[in-house]
């Protein structure tokens, strides 16, 4: 009857330790014959490729991975409940921290929610501005990986380059909100404030600026041929499976669900934007084809941001916000708010009872969908190809563990 032989002190057989990876398990045959069998590997909760604390449960036969199980919640900090002791200020701050790279974004979901449980109108002048400044932080979050993507696969020079375009961009958005991540520029009714005297010039100068370097991503990047042969027909994920796990953003759109809620159920000023808003898409579902949709997204975010550039500047002057009463309270009833976040759909189940708090905020976020999607994708697949099918699903941990 053969038996595991772990050894004294080694890990367990099937949980293993909670660091990068524990040793093989080993049964012992007739005769003394060594056979191996599965082996667990973790990867993570703390591991360079997991973007934070992330962990991955591989089964492994050899080099080939056999089964895959996301382990959440290593960083969980109960944003939804917090929700509910907050007033519809307050939660403002909270909203905008679980996907950190998209923190306007996430704000703009939360305000749009609670202005439609008011009935509230925005002034004309703070949705072009939103719109503006949502495509703004849509290229920051995407330049972030456009340039670490690279490097898990062992390419350190386009990280240099996304940060400066990065910091061009930056430097608008700080200067407009005081904010370097957590904007907090968004409010129920509008924004904190109008824009500063000749911002929208130092902004337009930042996106052509930006815009015109992106060609270095074409060259350094998809010109590689290392990074072309780890990504191209690796970690293919079918349309169906990304439907039925709900994958959204580039992903899905990388595996040729083409939807995109800009253009199919139009918010904002996105229905006035049809000519320029182009939606990515691919066919190929592979690595590469989410790095090519990824840095597609971000040229048209950037030809979107010029294009309300232009529409301000035809505008009169004239308020960013409406005026609230002291203590804001939402009427009794319920409502959803979904946005086409940087990483997928976002969106915001409220339900309210009359008081000044939510009596739920039910948060609905990119990447905790898209990651589950791992379960179906990674089985098959070698160790080696891992790294760069984790990376190229572009999450943010604190998105996940909401």
């Not at 970690?235 to 899905?252: E, H, M, T």
């Not at 708010?337 to 009872?353: C, D, H, M």
């Not at 948060?363 to 905790?368: I, M, Y």
Request: proline share 5%.
């Amino acid at each position: 009857m053969p038996q595991t032989s772990t050894g004294a002190g080694a890990p367990h057989p099937v949980t293993g330790p909670h660091g990068a990876g524990d040793a093989d398990t080993t049964t012992v045959g007739v005769g003394g014959a060594a056979e191996s069998t599965d082996m667990v590997l973790n990867i993570g909760p703390q591991h360079p490729s997991t973007h934070g604390v992330l962990r991955l449960r591989l089964v492994l036969d050899g080099e080939r991975i056999t089964r895959a199980e996301p382990v959440v919640g290593y960083m969980h900090r109960g944003a939804e409940k917090l929700f509910e002791a907050r007033d519809y200020r307050q939660i403002i701050v909270l909203a905008n921290r679980h996907d950190w790279l998209s923190a306007f974004s996430n704000e703009l979901g939360v305000v749009l929610a609670v202005e439609r449980m008011l009935g509230m109108e925005v002034p004309e002048r703070a949705v072009w501005l939103r719109t503006l400044l949502a495509e703004l932080n849509r290229a920051l979050n995407h330049l972030m990986f456009l340039g670490s993507y690279p490097l898990e696969l062992g390419g350190i020079t386009p990280m240099f380059y996304a940060f400066t375009e990065r910091e061009d961009l930056q430097h608008v958005m700080e200067e407009l909100s005081g904010g370097r991540m957590h904007y907090m520029f968004n409010r129920v009714g509008g924004l904190k404030e109008d824009l500063p005297a000749g911002w929208t010039d130092r902004a337009r100068g930042a996106v052509a600026g930006v815009r015109g370097r992106l060609g270095r991503f074409d060259d350094l990047v998809l010109g590689n041929e290392v990074f072309r042969s780890r990504t191209r027909g690796i970690g293919v994920l079918d349309p169906a499976v990304a439907r039925s796990y709900g994958v959204s953003g580039p992903i899905a759109r990388a595996s040729g669900v083409d939807f995109d809620l800009r253009r199919d159920e139009p918010y904002l000023a996105y229905g006035d934007l049809g000519d320029v808003l182009r939606v990515a898409v691919r066919s190929e579902g592979d690595c590469l084809a989410r790095f090519e949709v990824l840095l597609d997204q971000t040229r048209n975010a950037l030809e979107l941001a010029d294009a309300c550039l232009d529409r301000l500047a035809e505008l009169p002057s004239g308020p960013v916000n409406q005026r609230l009463p002291k203590v804001l309270k939402a009427p009794e009833g319920a409502t959803y708010a979904w946005t086409e976040n940087p990483l997928g759909l976002n969106g915001y189940y409220l339900v309210s009872k009359g008081e000044k708090t939510p009596h739920r905020l039910k948060l609905r976020s990119a990447s905790f969908n898209n990651i589950q999607a791992l379960v179906d994708l990674l089985p098959g697949t070698l160790v080696a190809d891992m790294v760069a099918i984790l990376g190229s699903f572009f999450f943010v941990v604190g998105d996940i563990d909401k």
